[in-house]
T-cell receptor, first 109, second 112 residues
Framework: KNEVEQSPQNLTAQEGEFITINCSYS?????LHWLQQHPGGGIVSLFM???GKKKHGRLIATINIQEKHSSLHITASHPRDSAVYIC???????????FGKGTHLIIQP | DTEVTQTPKHLVMGMTNKKSLKCEQH?????MYWYKQKAKKPPELMFV???????INESVPSRFSPECPNSSLLNLHLHALQPEDSALYLC???????????FGEGSRLTVL
């Protein structure tokens, strides 16, 4: 079974700061997902990666398959970015995702 | 339409009740999932349906009974639940198991 570790678990930053959230996993994967969840709410898929780098607005996600590591970056952070960010990986079969424990991000004005 | 719609948003039930959670998507996705999420914990996979057939059951107690009546609908039938089953139940869908998942807003269940 894949072990997914995220760091940090909690992060508080000031508006405008550059944010990095890290994810590492133990076993080879077919894809890695970055997800966002607001308090009490559903989950929004931000990125699905199998290699390289993706960018969407102020969000950038990278993955290094050899090192089994991915990062999510937020540029020019804003209070509306406050949420839990979850890394999840998919193995090679028709199964669901294995989730990390999430990073609770708070951006203060 | 890129939505996964879950109903009801909130449900309170007694331990002897029978109720159902419903999930609907009209994106033509052929894989649908039920996840359970306790407070401040990551989601846990319960069931996976692929092409309307149950492909994964993660050792979920029989008081939870999934049903996929057609390619757009996924139900979770609940019977004789326990208070520890109180949680957020999330539905998700994807085009197939290799593709991006789309999640619903969840159904928050409270068992009294």
């Amino acid at each position: 079974k894949n072990e997914v570790e995220q760091s940090p678990q909690n992060l508080t930053a000031q508006e405008g700061e550059f944010i990095t959230i890290n994810c590492s996993y133990s076993v080879g994967i077919s894809a890695l997902h970055w997800l966002q969840q607001h308090p009490g709410g559903g989950i929004v898929s931000l990125f699905m990666l199998s290699s390289g780098k993706k960018k969407h607005g102020r969000l950038i996600a990278t993955i290094n398959i050899q090192e089994k590591h991915s990062s999510l970056h937020i540029t020019a952070s804003h209070p509306r970015d406050s949420a839990v960010y979850i890394c999840a990986v998919r193995g090679g079969g028709a199964d669901g995702l294995t989730f990390g424990k999430g990073t609770h991000l708070i951006i203060q004005p | 339409d890129t939505e996964v719609t879950q109903t009801p948003k909130h449900l309170v039930m007694g331990m002897t009740n029978k109720k159902s959670l419903k999930c609907e998507q009209h994106m033509g996705h052929r894989a649908m999932y039920w996840y359970k999420q306790k407070a401040k914990k990551p989601p846990e996979l319960m069931f996976v349906y692929s092409y309307e057939k149950l492909s994964i059951n993660e050792s979920v107690p029989s008081r939870f009974s999934p049903e996929c009546p057609n390619s757009s609908l996924l139900n979770l039938h609940l019977h004789a639940l326990q208070p520890e089953d109180s949680a957020l139940y999330l539905c998700a869908s994807s085009q197939d198991w290799r593709r991006e998942l789309f999640f619903g807003e969840g159904s928050r269940l409270t068992v009294l």
